[in-house]
């Protein structure tokens, strides 16, 4: 079994494959105060409920993937690693780890890991050119050219800094739940906030991937677009460009990313 970990800055999100499949996920919150102690009896608790593996942590484990876009996380996961998988092969991607993707961008160092790993995935599975949207903390847009190249990208706030935001900054708004308001019109000051962002982040894609796929193709109409990230279901029934939905892209990244990499080690 490959244990693979994406760290983001709200969410971490693991995912456990046997082969090509992936059998269990989990999403927990990151916390760049965990220990690594504390996030190896993490890891025990939710592994331990599998059926497939061990009680003892490591049991059942073959491989670990990680990669991370808070340092001080990745610290202590590799801690982890070192201390309670010690025996495991471990990838954890950051410069000098083989991805088969080149970056094509002024400084190839700043490219946050999920998204390189994200474009890994894509060229794997719909081949290029083409398009990730990622619905995270940030709302990431990764184009990858008709060679598998990573020509670059747009960052935008996510959802939930959106939300937060509103609540925060006006005076008479309040946090609400991100969900679908009855119409667009909204009769509520809820509802007129969740159609301003569910309606808005939907457009707000249809120009972005629209205005990127007319930079990155002959023809427009050749660059898959595909959605990915916890938010994702949100804006997908109200987007006009997603073509396609993968919720496990980042994880999938990654499996692919620790085959390359595993007979180097």
Known sequence: MLLTIDVGNTHTVLGLFDGDDIVEHWRISTDARRTADELAVLLQGLMGMHPLLGDELGDGIDGIAICATVPSVLHELREVTRRYYGDVPAVLVEPGVKTGVPILTDNPKEVGADRIINAVAAVELY???????????????????????????????GIEISVEALGVKGAQ??????????????????????????????????????????????????????????????????????????PWLTLIGLRLVYERNVSRM
Not at 134 to 155: C, K, L, P, Q
């Open 127 to 157: 081949g290029g050119p083409a398009i990730v949207v990622d619905f995270g903390t940030a709302t990431t847009f990764d184009a990858v050219s008709a060679r598998g190249e990573y020509v670059g990208g747009v960052i935008a706030p």
């Open 173 to 246: 708004l309040r946090k609400i739940e991100v969900a679908r308001p009855r119409s667009v019109i909204g009769k509520n000051t809820v509802e007129a906030m969740q159609a301003g962002i569910v309606y808005g982040f939907a457009g707000q894609v249809d120009g972005v991937v629209n205005r990127m796929a007319r930079e990155l193709a002959g023809d427009p109409d050749d660059v898959t677009v595909i959605a990915t990230g916890g938010l994702a279901p949100m804006v997908l029934g109200e987007s006009s460009v997603i073509d396609e939905h993968e």
